[in-house]
């Protein structure tokens, strides 16, 4: 559980709590932040060691530092796992090996970060709004 939470991102606020993984959480965690239940979430499922992990806009409460720090760990440290990330950051995407643009519901443009900067107009338009800039 200790290998998870770190991958998590989730081991420093979890050993100042009372207990550290004994804490005991209130109902739904609501003694912890948003960020923190989700980094909790995400180590809970780590240990279980999963062959395929979902993350469904799993960073959403996280500063991007935080988000891409989880990303790396989770490649880094469960390199067989294939993860399946539902984001609309663009910086949670940019090294997936295949990214879909979905428009209602409907695949609209797929392939690399680098391909869809080239290709896609909304991806492109996204990045640039999300990172500061052309991407």
Known sequence: MTAAAKTA?????IEHLPGGLDARLDI???NLSGGQRQRLLIARALAAR?????????????DYR???ALHAAVR???PGVTLVIISERVA???DADRILVLEDGVIS?????????ESCRRYRRMAELQMGGPA
């Open 92 to 94: 949670s995407l940019q």
């Open 109 to 117: 443009a797929q392939g690399s970060h680098g391909e869809l900067l």
């Open 28 to 30: 739904r965690g609501a």
């Open 9 to 13: 991102q989730a081991w420093e606020f």
């Open 66 to 68: 935080t988000a891409a």
């Open 50 to 62: 999963p062959g395929i992990l979902i993350l469904d806009s799993a960073d959403s409460a996280l």
């Open 76 to 78: 880094r440290d469960f």
